[in-house]
Structures are given as structure tokens and as C-alpha cells.
């Protein structure tokens, strides 16, 4: 297969920075990634954002089948081009964030897909939270992400770099960062750093929470204004929780609130999202 660049030259295709277009250049990266991701010949992968198809031809050869999603007209008729003939590989034009994942699901729907992206940027947050909406249908995602982004997912409790993602990542996966990726092993070169995460789909998620979506409210919520107490996030959050009531919930939960959000651990907010949820504090 061609470089992306002379792939890029051969088709007539300007990146556009929109879309997030930097394609990957670096043949051990992109070994890398597919090592990462383990893929193997009973496997289906999604790939997000296959570009013009240089991870998705390594991954073709290795998995059972492969579905490329490309949301650019003009690079699905590159893909088409050049990995059109590769049986195992369909293309998808479209948006990520609508796909389908349950449909894509091997085994008669009961197996679990692997997703593999070098990931548009500016969707990170947007797409790791629809994985996470999907993660019966997946068991391990490898991510291309900013390199921030990707520590910011990974980030334990007690740093400046955990929030709102950090815990629901935490959750419902595993999460490992992996190699940082430097701007050079990209066409055009991104402006930041990049770094790989790999996230392993929990069997249960970490702890028991009963409303997910009271649970992310609730997050949201205490990490509101990041340099204010828990007691102040609580009070103004507007969550089913009455001002007055706050001080006695996290006693009884034995939690500070003179603490900020980023102190406190996965187990913490559930237990604070399921509280809240089981009434009489609104
Ligand atoms: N994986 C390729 C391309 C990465 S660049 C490579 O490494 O070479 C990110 C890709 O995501 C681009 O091809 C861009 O067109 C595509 N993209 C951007 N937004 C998307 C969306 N919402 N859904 C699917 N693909 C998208």
C-alpha cells in the first residue's frame, strides 16, 4: 500500500482540519495499535474514522472482519478504492456517534466487537462517552486520543487531571495508557501531542450504581466549579437534593465536604448518586 502522503496525492485529497484529518504515517505505530488492540481471526472490528485506510488494511489482516466507519464522501471513495476488493472489510459512510454497535455485535449478536481509532479530536469526549453507552457490545477499545485527553480518562483520583470522564471511564473500564505518540507520525502534523489508551470493557462495572444517568448528573455536578468545596457544588448543582439537606447526606456517607471533587473515588460518587436517588433530600 501506498504512504498516506502519496495516498493522499493519488486521490487528490486535501486533509481538512474539521474533520480531524491527521492520518498516521509511523508503520510501528500503526503496528502498535493493532498489536494493542489483539486482535484475532475470530474478531470483528470497528475501526472510527478509517481515513484512507492505512489501519484499516493492517487490521484486515488480522481480523474476521473489519467495519470501517468514514464519515468524509471523498475518503470512502478512497477507502473503496483501495480496500474495496478486501473481503473482509465493509465501509460505512457515516457518523461514529450514530453507529449502531449492537448490530455489529458477532456470534449472533452475542460476542463483543473491538474498536480501533485514531480518533477525530475534537469528538473525544462525545465518542468515549458513546462507547461507554455501548459497552455491551464491546470488550476493548484502543484510542488514538490528544495526549491529555487520553491521561485525563486514565487519571486517578487526587490529580489535576481527573474529572467527569476519569470517573465514568473508571467505572465501566479498564483503562491503560499507552505509548505517547509524537506529532511527526502524523500527515498534516497535529498541533498537540498524541498518546494511545487502551480501554478494557469491565464484566461489572466497578461499583453498583442504580441511575447512570443520576450518576453522571451527579458527577457533573460536584466538579462544577473545580476549586470550589463539595458542600458549594452540591448546593447550587440544581440535582434532587436540597440545599439544607446536603451537610447531613455526606455525613451520613461519611464524606468531607470541605473535600473537592477530584479527591473523591468512583465508589464515592455512586454511593453520593445513590443516595440522592433513593429520595428525601429534594
Ligand atoms: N485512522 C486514519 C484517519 C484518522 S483521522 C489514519 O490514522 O490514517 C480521523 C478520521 O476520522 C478522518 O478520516 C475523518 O474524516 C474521520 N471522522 C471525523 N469525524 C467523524 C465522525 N463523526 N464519524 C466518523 N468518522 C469521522
Same mark, same amino acid.
Given at each position: ?13 486535501r486533509?481538512?482540519?474539521?474533520? %480531524?484529518?491527521n ?19 475470530t ?7 478509517s481515513?484512507i =485506510?492505512v ?5 484486515? =489482516?488480522?481480523a ?11 475518503l470512502?471513495?478512497?477507502?473503496k478504492?483501495?480496500?474495496?476488493g478486501?473481503?473482509?472489510v ?10 449502531d ?7 449472533? %449478536?452475542?460476542g ?12 473525544s ?9 455501548a459497552?455491551?457490545?464491546i470488550d ?9 485527553? !487520553?491521561?485525563?480518562? !486514565? !487519571? ?7 474529572g467527569?470522564?476519569? *470517573? ?6 479498564e483503562?491503560?495508557?499507552?505509548a505517547r505518540v509524537p506529532?511527526s507520525?502524523? *500527515? ?5 501531542e ?6 478494557d ?25 473545580r ?16 440545599p ?8 451520613e456517607?461519611g ?13 464515592e460518587?455512586?454511593?453520593?448518586s ?8 429534594s
Amino acid at each position: 500500500m501506498l504512504s498516506p502522503l502519496n495516498l493522499l496525492r493519488k486521490h487528490g485529497v486535501r486533509p481538512l482540519k474539521r474533520l %480531524g484529518q491527521n492520518f498516521l504515517c509511523d508503520p510501528n505505530i500503526l503496528e502498535k495499535i493493532v498489536r494493542i488492540a489483539g486482535v484475532c481471526d475470530t474478531d470483528t472490528v470497528v475501526e472510527i474514522g478509517s481515513g484512507i =485506510g492505512v489501519l484499516t488494511a493492517l487490521l484486515a =489482516g488480522c481480523a474476521r472482519r473489519v467495519i470501517a466507519i468514514e464519515i468524509d464522501r471523498r475518503l470512502v471513495e478512497v477507502l473503496k478504492a483501495e480496500l474495496g476488493g478486501v473481503p473482509n472489510v465493509e465501509i460505512v459512510r457515516g457518523d461514529v456517534l450514530a453507529f449502531d454497535f449492537a448490530a455489529a455485535r458477532p456470534e449472533g %449478536g452475542l460476542g463483543r466487537v473491538r474498536v480501533v481509532g485514531n480518533v477525530p479530536y475534537n469528538l473525544s469526549g462525545p465518542i468515549v462517552l458513546k462507547l461507554l453507552d455501548a459497552r455491551e457490545s464491546i470488550d476493548r477499545a484502543v484510542l488514538m486520543l490528544q495526549r491529555e485527553v !487520553a491521561e485525563r480518562l !486514565a !487519571a486517578v483520583p487526587g490529580t489535576k487531571s481527573y474529572g467527569p470522564l476519569s *470517573v465514568y471511564v473508571a467505572l465501566y473500564t479498564e483503562a491503560r495508557l499507552e505509548a505517547r505518540v509524537p506529532a511527526s507520525c502524523f *500527515v498534516p502534523r497535529p498541533e498537540v501531542e498524541s498518546r494511545l489508551i487502551r480501554l478494557d470493557v469491565r464484566r461489572e462495572p466497578l461499583c453498583a450504581v442504580d441511575d447512570p444517568s443520576l450518576f453522571r448528573d451527579v458527577v457533573r455536578g460536584c466538579f462544577a466549579k473545580r476549586r470550589k468545596t463539595l458542600l458549594n457544588n452540591l448546593r447550587q448543582s440544581g440535582l434532587p437534593l436540597r440545599p439544607e439537606a446536603v451537610p447531613t447526606v455526606l455525613e451520613e456517607l461519611g464524606i468531607d465536604g470541605k473535600r473537592r471533587a477530584e479527591t473523591l473515588s468512583v465508589r464515592e460518587f455512586a454511593s453520593l448518586s445513590n443516595r440522592i436517588g433513593r429520595g428525601q433530600t429534594s
